[in-house]
């Protein structure tokens, strides 16, 4: 049923300031897209299938615009590690960290990527999801980055939604590398960046700009060469110290500059310049028991958009709860809910660069979440809709 007429929802549209509230709301789905939302029905729409809501909720469907999905091993150890004083940073020095995650990857074929990396995605589907960034960067060679990329691109053909790939070639460097982070990056990183785009495997580049992993300068050679191949970019900056991410990522016009706990006003006011979104990830924020939060009225002030993502990954964030995030969003870095929802909704989208979807409004996709919320209980995803085909069904949803 690719159109269809959704009657008497309570639909936050998320157009505009806060939720952008409909109440008794119709949406006239038609060839995969939003033909209407308002409170009344278009003539001429009579005779499409209807499907009475009696007031639930209808949001955009949701979108985790930073994700390291696919993964091989897990470092539970790490987190014990941590719990008796270990920091992150001296962990991954002592070759533990993203690189020992790598070792678990590089031993994956992409069907075994695939098939580890499916239930993490279905549990992002049953909470909503219906657009999520998967990124490589747990390969570090050739072949595995590749492999990484092309397990995230048969994802998105194994389930209903949409899968938008990040090359992170730069997010380590591996130990056949060790000192000689520069010959990597001309070695593996960028050759293999090339073999990926002309492969289809990449949608933006990303890297990881940290005393443990790579430089402004060496990030900007990365960026260099994503920009020659069209391609756009995004940053993991000032999660652990500020190393001058944020502004590096606003001078290429980045997508998105994420983490940023150490990013400062100068910072934002660039971001904002350029049209950079903040990505928060409070989960890693969580389980790093970071201290320094992200500077969320800098980024009110200065009016970056404000994306919030799962992050998930073995190590720093290790959840796939995106509506969990909303809340941690909320407890941890001061997000109003409104905020909150447009993080993972409009903000996200444009954290990927995506225009038709992230908001409920005529023209765009109908990428719809349907959520219960019965007087006095707790709410609950029902269905999604991806371009108008129902996506996921709860049990027992009416
Ligand atoms: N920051 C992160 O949050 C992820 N990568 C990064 O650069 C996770 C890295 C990890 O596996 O610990
Ligand atoms: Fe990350």
Same mark, same amino acid.
């Given at each position: 049923?690719?159109?269809?007429?959704?009657?008497?929802?309570?639909?936050?549209?998320?157009?505009?300031?806060?939720?952008?509230?409909?109440?008794?709301?119709?949406?006239?789905?038609?060839?995969?897209?939003?033909?209407?939302?308002?409170?009344?029905?278009?003539?001429?729409?009579?005779?499409?299938?209807?499907?009475?809501?009696?007031?639930?909720?209808?949001?955009?469907?949701?979108?985790?615009?930073?994700?390291?999905?696919?993964?091989?091993?897990?470092?539970?150890?790490?987190?014990?590690?941590?719990?008796?004083?270990?920091?992150?940073?001296?962990?991954?020095?002592?070759?533990?960290?993203?690189?020992?995650?790598?070792?678990?990857?590089?031993?994956?074929?992409?069907?075994?990527?695939?098939?580890?990396?499916?239930?993490?995605?279905?549990?992002?589907?049953?909470?909503?999801?219906?657009?999520?960034?998967?990124?490589? %960067?747990?390969?570090? +060679?050739? @072949?595995?980055?590749?492999?990484?990329?092309?397990? $995230?691109? !048969? &994802? #998105?053909? *194994?389930? /209903?939604?949409?899968?938008?790939?990040?090359?992170?070639?730069?997010?380590?460097?591996?130990?056949?590398?060790?000192?000689?982070?520069?010959?990597?990056?001309?070695?593996?990183?960028?050759?293999?960046?090339?073999?990926?785009?002309?492969?289809?495997?990449?949608?933006?580049?990303?890297?990881?700009?940290? %005393?443990?992993?790579? +430089?402004? @300068?060496?990030?900007?050679?990365?960026?260099?060469? $994503?920009? !020659? &191949? #069209?391609? *756009?970019? /995004?940053?993991?900056?000032?999660?652990?110290?500020?190393?001058?991410?944020?502004?590096?990522?606003?001078?290429?016009?980045?997508?998105?500059?994420?983490?940023?706990?150490?990013?400062?006003?100068?910072?934002?006011?660039?971001?904002?310049?350029?049209?950079?979104?903040?990505?928060?990830?409070?989960?890693?924020?969580?389980?790093?028991?970071?201290?320094?939060?992200?500077?969320?009225?800098?980024?009110?002030?200065?009016?970056?958009?404000?994306?919030?993502?799962?992050?998930?990954?073995?190590?720093?964030?290790?959840?796939?709860?995106?509506?969990?995030?909303?809340?941690?969003?909320?407890?941890?870095?001061?997000?109003?809910?409104?905020?909150?929802?447009?993080?993972?909704?409009?903000?996200?989208?444009?954290?990927?660069?995506?225009?038709?979807?992230?908001?409920?409004?005529?023209?765009?996709?109908?990428?719809?979440?349907?959520?219960?919320?019965?007087?006095?209980?707790?709410?609950?995803?029902?269905?999604?809709?991806?371009?108008?085909?129902?996506?996921?069904?709860?049990?027992?949803?009416?």
């Amino acid at each position: 049923m690719s159109s269809f007429v959704l009657t008497d929802a309570r639909v936050a549209t998320m157009a505009g300031a806060g939720y952008g509230l409909i109440e008794r709301a119709c949406i006239v789905v038609e060839g995969g897209g939003i033909a209407h939302v308002g409170p009344d029905l278009p003539s001429g729409c009579a005779g499409l299938p209807q499907r009475d809501l009696q007031g639930r909720l209808v949001t955009p469907g949701l979108i985790d615009c930073h994700t390291h999905l696919v993964f091989g091993g897990n470092r539970a150890g790490e987190f014990e590690a941590r719990l008796n004083g270990a920091s992150y940073a001296e962990i991954a020095r002592a070759g533990g960290g993203i690189v020992s995650t790598m070792r678990a990857t590089r031993a994956l074929g992409v069907d075994d990527l695939v098939a580890q990396a499916l239930p993490r995605l279905d549990a992002l589907i049953a909470e909503g999801v219906t657009t999520v960034e998967v990124k490589s %960067g747990y390969g570090l +060679s050739r @072949d595995s980055e590749l492999d990484m990329l092309r397990a $995230a691109r !048969a &994802l #998105g053909q *194994a389930r /209903k939604v949409t899968v938008r790939t990040t090359y992170l070639g730069a997010h380590a460097v591996p130990p056949e590398y060790a000192g000689r982070a520069d010959a990597y990056l001309d070695e593996v990183c960028l050759p293999t960046l090339e073999a990926a785009h002309a492969e289809g495997l990449v949608d933006a580049v990303d890297g990881f700009c940290e %005393g443990i992993a790579f +430089s402004p @300068d060496q990030i900007a050679r990365v960026f260099d060469r $994503a920009q !020659a &191949l #069209g391609l *756009a970019v /995004k940053l993991h900056a000032e999660q652990l110290s500020h190393l001058g991410g944020a502004a590096l990522a606003a001078r290429y016009g980045a997508l998105s500059a994420d983490h940023l706990e150490y990013a400062t006003d100068a910072d934002a006011r660039a971001m904002a310049q350029a049209g950079t979104v903040a990505v928060l990830l409070p989960g890693a924020f969580y389980t790093l028991r970071e201290r320094q939060a992200p500077p969320v009225a800098a980024f009110r002030g200065h009016g970056v958009a404000m994306a919030l993502a799962t992050d998930c990954n073995p190590g720093s964030s290790p959840m796939t709860s995106l509506l969990l995030t909303m809340n941690m969003g909320c407890t941890l870095f001061g997000l109003t809910p409104a905020e909150a929802l447009a993080g993972v909704t409009a903000n996200a989208a444009r954290a990927l660069g995506l225009r038709d979807r992230g908001v409920i409004a005529p023209g765009l996709r109908a990428d719809l979440v349907l959520i219960d919320w019965p007087e006095g209980e707790s709410p609950a995803v029902r269905r999604t809709w991806v371009a108008g085909r129902a996506a996921y069904c709860a049990e027992g949803a009416g």
